[in-house]
């Protein structure tokens, strides 16, 4: 593998500034050179905002694993794993939370970043605090009300249901490789096939969709053999699961945008944030350094 510099995960600490005695702060540079590092790129990752967005990608999808369960006990009529379950996913909204939140406090005191727009890691962490609150806002529906289904639904709910979740997995999965991303500098054959992760969630997308519309179809030609509040209920669960697919797609579609926002070439990006911190000359010699 190539070296690559490390453009993504260079930040400004106030304090640091202050302890140096200095307006301004000099970036450091990561740059792997036949395997021997300097500033491992582990520690600049580990202090960056990157960090909590893997973070907060992993907990959503755990969160949605667990819901997937608590579908598959809600249809085995199991309502003890069903409850237990809800707990389950209660834990990962709050620790989802909590991960959200730190997020937020790191990109209101640290400088801006190379090549990355704070508004894309923003837009990126609320939509996966809006599939968080998806997920238990579904938990507590099946939690508090079994399901009813007519045999002819019962099967399409599950694959409809099912379907969904594991696409809204693939698209916290695509997330969370924002890690390796780092690395390469959003570019390369990591974000080539991050790229092909996501042209496979908008695809998955259209199917689901379709799918949709078959399971929708039967619930209205099978309504006469459920009572009303009973159909009612099933179809606001299945706004709530279409609302998850609908922003996983939302997801991967802003983490694209991220992609092509980030996907320039090292030093330029280097030569950016270097001019807008320290100046044009600074700039020249940083870059000399880097090539």
Excluded: W
Excluded at 165 to 171: C, G, M, Q, R, T
Excluded at 217 to 242: I, Q
């Amino acid at each position: 593998m190539p070296p690559y510099y490390l453009n993504v995960a260079i930040l400004f600490h106030d304090e640091e500034r202050r302890s140096r005695g200095s307006a301004v702060a000099r970036p450091l540079v990561t740059q792997t050179i036949g395997g021997d590092e300097m500033n491992p790129i582990s520690q600049l990752f580990s202090r960056s905002p990157f960090r909590c967005l893997h973070d907060h990608a992993n907990e959503t999808g755990a969160c949605l694993r667990q819901l997937q369960v608590q579908v598959e006990a809600a249809l085995s009529n199991d309502r003890e794993a069903v409850v237990g379950h809800f707990d389950g996913v209660q834990s990962h909204v709050l620790v989802g939370r909590a991960i959200a939140d730190e997020v937020f406090h790191i990109l209101s005191r640290r400088g801006r970043m190379l090549s990355v727009c704070r508004e894309d890691i923003l837009s990126t962490v609320d939509t996966q605090n809006l599939m968080l609150c998806g997920c238990r806002e579904i938990a507590s529906l099946i939690a508090a009300h079994p399901l009813s289904l007519p045999d002819d639904a019962r099967q399409q709910f599950r694959t409809y249901v099912c379907e969904v979740l594991e696409l809204s997995i693939l698209a916290t999965h695509v997330v969370s490789e924002v890690d390796v991303l780092v690395e390469v500098c959003f570019g390369g054959p990591e974000a080539d096939r991050v790229d092909s992760l996501i042209d496979e969630v908008q695809l998955r997308t259209t199917k689901i969709n379709l799918a949709r519309n078959r399971l929708l179809r039967t619930m209205y030609s099978c309504d006469r053999e459920v009572c009303p509040p009973e159909h009612d209920f099933c179809l606001h669960l299945l706004a709530e699961v279409g609302h998850i697919g609908d922003l996983a797609d939302k997801l991967t579609s802003r983490f694209r945008l991220c992609l092509c926002q980030t996907n320039t070439p090292p030093v330029h990006a280097t030569r950016h944030i270097v001019a807008s911190e320290v100046g044009q000359e600074q700039t020249e010699s940083e870059t000399a350094l880097l090539s």
